[in-house]
């Protein structure tokens, strides 16, 4: 598809990345709109923590919206995400995360489209 697309959150699948703790809303992806990445709004319940690795294959970006979270480096290195903060992160990352007691609500945008 080569033309201007709108979508809303309401209209695609809820996709549960963790049953009952995190999911998301893929709004624009390649299957749908041709486009070579994807925007999604990514939800995480509160209290929740993971380790979050990369899969080799995407880059992304994770801009929070609302809530926040820790995430803590290899070298530890802490960062205290909030609303406002964008993150990059490359094909290959890992970081321990842990969401706070508001949750969290972020945008991701990763290319290639997932």
Same mark, same amino acid.
């Given at each position: 598809?080569?033309?201007?697309?709108?979508?809303?959150?309401?209209?695609?699948?809820?996709?549960?990345?963790?049953?009952?703790? &995190?999911?998301?809303?893929?709004?624009?992806?390649?299957?749908?709109?041709?486009?070579?990445?994807?925007?999604?709004?990514?939800?995480?319940?509160?209290?929740?923590?993971?380790?979050?690795?990369?899969?080799?294959?995407?880059?992304?970006?994770?801009?929070?919206?609302?809530?926040?979270?820790?995430?803590?480096? +290899?070298?530890?290195?802490?960062?205290?995400?909030? +609303?406002?903060?964008?993150?990059?992160?490359?094909?290959?990352? &890992?970081?321990?995360?842990?969401?706070?007691?508001?949750?969290?609500?972020?945008?991701?945008?990763?290319? +290639?489209?997932?």
């Amino acid at each position: 598809m080569n033309a201007i697309a709108w979508s809303r959150i309401e209209d695609v699948e809820r996709i549960a990345l963790k049953p009952g703790v &995190e999911y998301t809303h893929r709004l624009i992806t390649e299957a749908i709109h041709g486009s070579s990445f994807s925007f999604h709004i990514t939800r995480f319940d509160a209290d929740y923590e993971h380790v979050a690795r990369g899969d080799g294959e995407h880059e992304s970006v994770l801009f929070c919206l609302h809530g926040g979270s820790t995430q803590t480096l +290899p070298d530890g290195t802490v960062h205290h995400f909030r +609303p406002g903060d964008a993150m990059y992160l490359p094909k290959e990352h &890992e970081y321990h995360h842990v969401i706070g007691p508001s949750g969290l609500v972020m945008a991701v945008s990763c290319t +290639p489209s997932r």
